[in-house]
């Protein structure tokens, strides 16, 4: 099943709540579809009046936040035995080749690494733990991840749900104007039809004069 066709199933509470849950374990270094409930979720608010998107995106928003801060912590406690733990875990995410990547670029971008890296993948994943293994000082991060999340989650929301309205919209629109333009092209197509009709037909034979009496 798609997840957008799950989330239709789910009541407005349980799709705050995911979305909060879901972007805030990834955020701490847990390798989950956050993006992808967030833009799914936002869709379905577009679709459906019962999901508010205001609502939505400030649970988004806490669950980056709180996320990453919960990450930092985690990763400022266990440091580098973390890194190395979680790359046993999940190999596919937390490879020695990615953990180098996403530490050249808090080394050469700081806390901009960390609001950026909010609308990268890898690095959104990376964010928390990594700024806390490299102790970046907290004030710098909490600057960073905050402007980060509200930019992130609440953009990200804000556009796909107002792209999702327009959508609908124009679908709507375009569906009268396909009628309009259905029938203007049988009566065009059925003028067009009859006058090369009334052009095949055979001429009428004119009446022969009859001639005049002796």
Same mark, same amino acid.
């Given at each position: 099943?798609?997840?957008q066709?799950?989330?239709?199933?789910?009541?407005?509470?349980? #799709?705050?709540?995911?979305?909060?849950?879901?972007?805030?374990?990834?955020?701490?270094g847990?390798?989950?579809?956050?993006?992808?409930?967030?833009?799914? *979720?936002?869709?379905?608010?577009?679709?459906?009046?019962?999901?508010?998107?205001?609502?939505?995106?400030?649970?988004?928003?806490?669950?980056? #936040?709180?996320?990453?801060? #919960?990450?930092?912590?985690?990763?400022?406690?266990?440091?580098?035995?973390?890194l190395?733990?979680?790359?046993?875990?999940?190999?596919?995410?937390?490879?020695?080749?990615? #953990?180098?990547?996403?530490?050249?670029?808090?080394?050469?971008?700081?806390?901009?690494?960390?609001?950026?890296?909010?609308?990268?993948a890898?690095?959104?994943?990376?964010?928390?733990?990594?700024?806390?293994?490299?102790?970046?000082?907290?004030?710098?991060?909490?600057?960073?991840?905050?402007?980060?999340?509200?930019?992130?989650?609440?953009?990200?929301?804000?556009?796909?749900?107002?792209?999702?309205?327009?959508?609908? *919209?124009?679908?709507?629109?375009? *569906?009268?104007?396909?009628?309009?333009a259905?029938?203007?092209?049988?009566?065009?197509?059925?003028?067009?039809?009859?006058?090369?009709?009334?052009?095949?037909?055979?001429?009428?034979?004119?009446?022969?004069?009859?001639?005049?009496?002796?």
């Open positions: 099943m798609h997840v066709e799950w989330l239709e199933t789910v009541p407005p509470l349980a #799709i705050y709540l995911l979305v909060g849950v879901v972007i805030g374990l990834e955020s701490l847990i390798p989950l579809p956050g993006e992808i409930i967030l833009v799914s *979720s936002a869709l379905l608010a577009s679709q459906h009046g019962e999901i508010n998107p205001f609502v939505l995106g400030a649970c988004a928003t806490a669950g980056a #936040i709180i996320g990453d801060s #919960i990450g930092y912590a985690i990763g400022r406690k266990g440091g580098r035995p973390l190395a733990w979680l790359g046993g875990k999940f190999p596919k995410h937390f490879s020695e080749g990615h #953990i180098a990547t996403a530490e050249r670029s808090f080394q050469k971008w700081g806390m901009w690494a960390v609001f950026f890296g909010r609308f990268v890898l690095l959104r994943i990376f964010a928390g733990p990594l700024a806390g293994v490299l102790r970046m000082p907290y004030w710098k991060f909490l600057i960073a991840n905050v402007f980060g999340g509200i930019l992130w989650a609440g953009g990200t929301t804000a556009v796909i749900y107002y792209v999702g309205v327009v959508a609908e *919209s124009w679908l709507k629109r375009f *569906s009268w104007l396909g009628l309009v259905a029938v203007l092209i049988g009566l065009t197509s059925m003028l067009i039809i009859k006058r090369k009709a009334k052009k095949a037909q055979p001429a009428q034979p004119e009446p022969e004069p009859v001639p005049a009496g002796d």
